[in-house]
T-cell receptor, first 113, second 108 residues
C-alpha cells in the first residue's frame, strides 16, 4: 500500500513555543492531506484538510492561526502548532487517500510542558 | 448524537473465542464503510472495507445494514495478535468520520 511518513514521532516542548510536524507521501502524490488529533480513548477528530497550493480548510472550532498548515508540494504537508499550551498535548496524525483508502502517518505524540 | 458510535468495550476474550463489534452511523447518505485497526500508540491501518452484501477475509466478516445504519465486524477464532482497538469508519463524499473505537484484548 501507499506510504505516508510523519516526523517527528514524538516531541516534548515548553509552553509558548512552536512545533512543526511534517507529513510526506513517499510513493505517490497527494493533492490533499488530512490532519487529525486524537486524545486518549477518543476517536480521531479531523482538524483540517490540507490542499496543495491553496489554503487549508479548517473544521469548526479549530483555530487556523494556531494550527498553521502548509502544503507546498504534492508530497509534503506541514502542521505547525504555534504558541503551544499543555491542552494541545495530543496525538496528531496525518493521512492521505488513494481512491477510498486512507493511509496514515505514524503519528506525532506532542507533550507540552 | 455522535456521527459514528461504537461500544468502547473493553472486550476481554480468551483465545479461540468469537467476538462481534457493532457500529452505528447517523448520516444515511454515507457511501462507504471500513474497519480500521489501531494498535496502542500507533496509526490506524485498514482492516477491511465493508460491502452491502457482506464480505469475509479469513477470520474476519463484515456486514452492513443500510436500513438500520449499522455495521458489524465478526472475528472468529481470535488470536492474541488480534488485541487492538477497532475503528469503524464512515465515508461520505470523501469526508471520513471515525468512531471512538472498540478495544479488544485476547487473553491466553
Amino acid at each position: 500500500g501507499a506510504v505516508v511518513s510523519q516526523h517527528p514521532s514524538w516531541v516534548i516542548c515548553k509552553s509558548g513555543t512552536s512545533v512543526k510536524i511534517e507529513c510526506r507521501s513517499l510513493d505517490f502524490q497527494a493533492t490533499t492531506m488530512f490532519w487529525y488529533r486524537q486524545f486518549p480513548k477518543q476517536s480521531l477528530m479531523l482538524m483540517a484538510t490540507s490542499n496543495e497550493g491553496s489554503k487549508a480548510t479548517y473544521e469548526q472550532g479549530v483555530e487556523k492561526d494556531k494550527f498553521l498548515i502548509n502544503h507546498a508540494s504534492l508530497t509534503l504537508s506541514t502542521l505547525t502548532v504555534t504558541s503551544a499550551h499543555p491542552e494541545d498535548s495530543s496525538f496528531y496524525i496525518c493521512s492521505a487517500r488513494v481512491i477510498t483508502e486512507a493511509f496514515f502517518g505514524q503519528g506525532t505524540r506532542l507533550t507540552v510542558v | 448524537r455522535k456521527e459514528v458510535e461504537q461500544d468502547p468495550g473493553p472486550f476481554n476474550v480468551p483465545e479461540g473465542a468469537t467476538v462481534a463489534f457493532n457500529c452505528t452511523y447517523s448520516n444515511s447518505a454515507s457511501q462507504s464503510f471500513f474497519w480500521y485497526r489501531q494498535d496502542c500508540r500507533k496509526e490506524p491501518k485498514l482492516l477491511m472495507s465493508v460491502y452491502s452484501s457482506g464480505n469475509e477475509d479469513g477470520r474476519f466478516t463484515a456486514q452492513l445494514n443500510r436500513a438500520s445504519q449499522y455495521i458489524s465486524l465478526l472475528i472468529r477464532d481470535s488470536k492474541l495478535s488480534d488485541s487492538a482497538t477497532y475503528l469503524c469508519v464512515v465515508n461520505n463524499n470523501n469526508d471520513m468520520r471515525f468512531g471512538a473505537g472498540t478495544r479488544l484484548t485476547v487473553k491466553p
